[in-house]
């Protein structure tokens, strides 16, 4: 896979890459109240996929009322979930990425 080895094993770091329009896509699934992002990190140029489940994530019970109206539309925040262990992880991390994080622009 190219994806893989092209990926950089840089220290793990939170930072934020800002708003990415190329390379990522956004698959609306067909059977679940959800979708997926998926594309290249910005940072380490791993693959990642992050799957968005609205009316359930986050447990924000105030945003559970409004399912119906929680259209998949705007930016969303992505973290890398490349799923590779970059040096200097910490262990509370709740993803496996370089802890890089960006916006996407989900579709109307
Ligand atoms: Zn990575
Ligand atoms: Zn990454």
Redesign the pocket.
Known sequence: MPEIESH?S?EYQVVDRGPQKEGFTVDKSPTEDGLEVSGV??????R?TTPWSYGIAGGKGVFRKKRENAQPSGPRTVA???G?A?PNRPETAWNV????YWTVELPS
Request: glycine share 16%; with cysteine; charged share 10%.
């Open positions: 950089r840089i990190c910005p940072a380490c140029h791993g990642t890398c979930e490349c590779y970059h990425g370089c802890g890089a």
